[in-house]
């Protein structure tokens, strides 16, 4: 009767645990609004010449991640990285970009990443 007892409490216990887990690694994204166009010499490589091509992080020379960061080629080879790690908030490190530049990187990215 005990291990029955003990049975069903470690059950439960295991039951909770788990959904309690669960609900709480489910987050949401709220939905991008790409609708205006996002040009990258007026708006993405101001932002990445900012945070991203800089000394230490991805300036010239630069060995990091994807490495430079500093031309339209090379931040289109690097997008989908890119993206990845400005969506999760892993990059820039030490800094934190505001939602319309994050807006902006990934809606350019989206849309073709075009050189304009």
């Given at each position: ?12 216990i ?27 010499s ?16 991805h ?13 339209y080629?090379?931040?289109f080879?690097?997008?989908?990285i ?13 800094s ?21």
């Open positions: 009767m005990i291990k029955y007892i003990s049975l069903i409490i470690i059950s439960f295991f039951f909770v645990a788990c959904k309690k887990s669960s609900e709480t690694t489910q987050t949401t994204q709220p939905p991008l609004d790409c609708s205006t166009p996002k040009s990258f007026a708006h993405v490589l101001p932002i990445t010449s900012a945070n991203c091509a800089i000394s230490g992080c300036g010239s020379g630069s060995n990091n991640g994807p490495g430079q960061l500093i031309t080629q090379q931040i080879n690097s997008r989908a890119i993206r990845s790690a400005v969506a999760s908030g892993l990059m820039p490190q030490g934190r970009l505001s939602e319309a530049e994050v807006n902006t990187i990934l809606c350019w990215i989206d849309n073709g990443a075009p050189n304009n």
